[in-house]
């Protein structure tokens, strides 16, 4: 016979109205009464009926997370921790690939599977704030990152200023002078707060920002990095260090120093953001200011079950921490 939810009760030692609380993702469980329940659902093999569950509920326990790029490290990273922060509240993830283009994030936006989906986590390159506030879906909605002004929704961010000015004290305490920054946009954020970032600690140093040493890309990937080192060097610009606002940007910064002939750190130290596994087998290995990818996520669907549960609460922000870990790239 089919188990039951009186079994799983049962076996847990708690209500049913309990074990419907866990299946269900409410998220004021406590963790231990969560992992018997959790405990007893694996032992007895329950499969909970979704079609069921969904007309007595109107939830389907699927969520949608889009991102712009799913072969970007740091999204792939983020992806894998979502799932395994959902599967505690056992949801299913549906990812999306959004290219970071407008039209695909608006249709995220606009609903195009809100009849399949209990919420998004959401992390937008192009769209204003205006658009995110505007929004027709119904679907909760939860941010991820500072790519957007704040649009009154909840969100789950790093401090990108905090970021940017880490990575730079970094350079400066290994006694760099001549600090290049790679990544700034006019029409990103999150871009525009590592440069403040980079300016602040080298201003705290006493030393003046040089404008020609603030590389504007359009993409953070490994060619825009390459190219905007490629047109630092050619400009004869004299430069010490670099800050790459993400680690794509520092593996292709990495290739043109060393194709020109730079020796890593000796002539240029270089770091960047994220900490993604292939900065650890570059050569030299690349330092990096790690994320805290993990507790991102954690924040990200605990912020999104509150907001299924109760549409009306208050919004709320979440900042995540990081760390800056030296390697090769600029210690030696």
Not at 142 to 151: A, F, I, N, Q
Not at 262 to 283: E, H, Q
């Amino acid at each position: 016979m089919a188990v039951g939810l009186k079994d799983v009760a049962q076996r847990a030692g708690v209500s049913i109205k309990t074990v419907s609380n866990v299946v269900n993702g409410y998220p004021h469980i406590t963790p231990a009464t969560r992992a018997k329940v959790t405990a007893a659902i694996e032992e007895l093999g329950y499969r909970p009926n979704l079609f069921g569950r969904s007309l007595r509920t109107g939830r389907t326990g699927v969520i949608a997370l889009a991102v712009p790029a799913i072969d970007n490290p740091y999204y792939a990273a983020l992806a894998r921790a979502v799932i395994k922060a959902a599967e505690e509240l056992r949801w299913t993830v549906l990812v999306d690939q959004t290219d970071g283009s407008p039209e695909r994030e608006r249709l995220v936006l606009d609903g195009i599977r809100d009849r399949m989906i209990d919420g998004l986590l959401f992390a937008p390159r192009s769209v204003s704030a205006r658009v995110l506030a505007d929004r027709p879906a119904e679907v909760p909605l939860v941010l991820l990152g500072d790519r957007v002004s704040d649009p009154g929704l909840d969100r789950v961010t790093v401090d990108s200023v905090a970021v940017g000015e880490a990575a730079t004290r970094h350079l400066l305490e290994l006694e760099r002078t001549r600090v290049a920054a790679l990544g700034t946009s006019t029409e990103d954020t999150m871009a525009a707060a590592r440069l403040q970032g980079v300016r602040q600690a080298l201003q705290a140093a006493g030393l003046r920002p040089q404008p020609e040493l603030e590389l504007v890309v359009e993409h953070w990937d490994h060619a825009s990095g390459q190219q905007a080192t490629d047109r630092l060097l050619a400009s004869g610009a004299p430069f010490d260090a670099l800050v790459c606002f993400n680690d794509a940007l520092a593996l292709g910064a990495v290739h043109a120093l060393q194709q020109a002939g730079r020796t890593i750190p000796a002539d240029v130290a270089v770091i960047g953001v994220d900490d993604v596994p292939a900065s650890r087998f570059l050569w030299p290995p690349l330092s990096s200011v790690r994320l805290d990818i993990a507790a991102i996520a954690d924040h990200a669907v605990t912020l999104l079950a509150e907001r299924i549960a109760d549409r009306q609460r208050e919004v709320r922000h979440v900042t995540a921490g990081f760390e800056v870990v030296p390697r090769a790239s600029t210690v030696g």
